[in-house]
């Protein structure tokens, strides 16, 4: 008989740098089990694998796996869609990192297979669910700021070549601050706001080509194809405005930010590419931050939360958080913002998709 309390089986593709804390999902979120690790380099599933007491197989072994039934997706975004097309078609749900997909297209292809087949495709970020998110989102809820007026949220980095590995992807199309790094803010805010409607923006390239400065690269030089500064404006639902800055060019530092704006007071929300806090808030009135307590779980560095939520939801037959049309509305603003800033002019947006629902202040990752 079928088991709803059964962990669900889950197959990792993509053996990368941000792998390991996924690989360690299954001993936070008991609603998951990850079984097995697939690259297109098996050195790296052979090594990940052994590092977390997982089986490293091929892709095509891992899809031709009848117990897998989640395929978690952690290639670069060029492979996004087709490896998430190759896991539909072998009858798997699907999570991919962000973004959803590189082109639109891509993404509604995967849709329309989710759908035929009567599948799940979620998607990366999914911090937006962390304590600190989910603290803000019972904040607005509750009124806290009044009602929401405008955002000003900001990513100034000085770029990943500091940093990553094999930073190369980052400087090529659905990459970019936009698409990389845009994904946080742009969900963190339609998890607040609601959708958005209408976008304006400028963009830049700033150098031509990047310098790497990491191991094992370093000294490489990366053509750049795709905006490094990007400067735009957003409607939301209501008519709130939200302005934002996503940048690499912001020499030697890291700066994050997101504010919320209301008629009767101010909310710091965290960093959108963490789970925790801190959230401050400003009342109407008064001179003082209050610096708010994080009343929800899950602060830590919870990478995999959205595989984990995404399996209790296909076990109990309701709708996942980090869902398909949440996803595919965030890729729809970041194609947006693009054409805004190529084509100087004001872009609407015709992907639609609800808030989220709050995830309940004690989900404990597990199925009961
Ligand atoms: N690195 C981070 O800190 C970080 C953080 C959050 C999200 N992400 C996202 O995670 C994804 C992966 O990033 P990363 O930093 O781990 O990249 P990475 O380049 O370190 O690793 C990607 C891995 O995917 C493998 N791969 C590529 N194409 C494949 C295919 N068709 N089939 C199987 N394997 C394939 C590569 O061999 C490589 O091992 C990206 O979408 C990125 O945006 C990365």
Redesign the pocket.
Known sequence: MFNRKRPVTVGV???????PIYLQADSKFSALRITQV????MG?AAALAKRFGKQAVT?EELLANPEIEIVVN????E??A??AMQALEAGKHVYN??PLAVEREDAQALLAMARMRGLRVGC?PDTFLGGGYQTCRALIDAGAIGRPVFAAARMLSSGPEHW???PH?FYKRGAGPLF?IGPYYLTALVALLGMASRAVAMARITHAERIITSQPCYGQRIPVEVPTLVIGTLEFGAGVLANLIVTFDAPAMYDAALTIYGTDGVLQCPDPNTFGGPVRLLRKGKKEWEDVPIAHRWVENARGIGVAEMAEAIRKGRPHRAGTELAYHVLDLMHALSEAANEGRCVNVSSTCDRPEPLPAEWDGSLS
Do not use: M
């Open positions: 593709i993509g053996a990368g740098n941000i792998s697939a690259d297109l380099d790296r892709v952690l290639t670069p975004p492979a996004h087709a490896v990192e962000k990366a990553h590995p094999n992807f990389d």
